[in-house]
């Protein structure tokens, strides 16, 4: 089966552009959530969908937004990219029930310039 | 403000040693905790902790929660090189998101 994949792998973006990030969960999940990490530091939480609905939100400004399709895929958007938004997302998705916690994704590497 | 707190932020090993890791949280609304090993990307699920005093073991890694104390540990024996990785400790207070610590890096010597 496969795992959580994300595309691109990486990316380079200049100041002020969008950027749109893709997610498929393993066949069978339905929540997807989006991470942000930083060099050198955890997964900060972005979204969480279930369902095709925002189930949570974490501290990150209006400029990201997500959305979950019929087919339980993702999309993470980044408007008016600034340098601190250079990072590695992560996408992760799970059963409804977690027991065995998030399966992560390689990430998407963004780098701002 | 939920958190948790790693420690070491580092460790050198050498091969066959014994290494504990700590993570210490402080939250409002405990659900359960989980502990990750990070290579290069993806994050790799390594144990979920929900009762305090049970102990999860894997082979060569083991981890265990306190509730009482705020605390887990992750305890890995006869290390390898291929042990080397971040190992990131996190707990979910709700049903959707889980807060991260920094990690710890650890470096296996030959």
């Known amino acids: 089966d496969a795992g959580v994949t994300q595309s691109p792998t990486h990316l380079i973006k200049t100041r002020g552009q969008h950027v749109t990030l893709r997610c498929s969960p393993i066949s069978g999940h339905k929540s997807v959530s989006w991470y942000q990490q930083v060099l050198g530091q955890g997964p900060q939480f972005i979204f969480q969908y279930y369902e095709k609905e925002e189930r949570g939100r974490g501290n990150f400004p209006d400029r990201f937004s997500a959305r979950q399709f019929p087919n339980y895929s993702s999309e993470l958007n980044v408007n008016a990219l600034l340098l601190g938004d250079s990072a590695l997302y992560l996408c992760a998705s799970s059963q409804p029930d977690r027991v065995y916690g998030y399966t992560f994704g390689s990430g998407t590497r963004l780098t701002v310039v | 403000e939920d958190k948790v707190v790693q420690s070491p932020l580092s460790l050198v090993v050498h091969e066959g040693d014994t290494v504990t890791l700590n993570c210490s949280y402080e939250?409002?609304?405990?659900?359960?905790l989980l502990w990750y090993k990070q290579e290069k990307k993806a994050p790799t699920f390594l144990f979920m902790l929900?009762?305090?005093?049970i102990e999860k073991k894997s082979g060569r890694l083991s981890s265990i929660l306190d509730k009482k104390e705020l605390f887990s540990i992750l305890n890995i024996t006869a290390t390898q090189t291929g042990d080397s990785a971040v190992y990131l400790c996190?707990?979910?207070?709700?049903?959707?998101?889980?807060?991260f610590g920094t990690g710890t890096r650890l470096k296996v010597l030959a």
């Open positions: 939250v409002t609304n405990f659900r359960s």
């Open positions: 929900t009762s305090s005093g």
């Open positions: 996190a707990f979910t207070s709700g049903t959707y998101k889980y807060i």
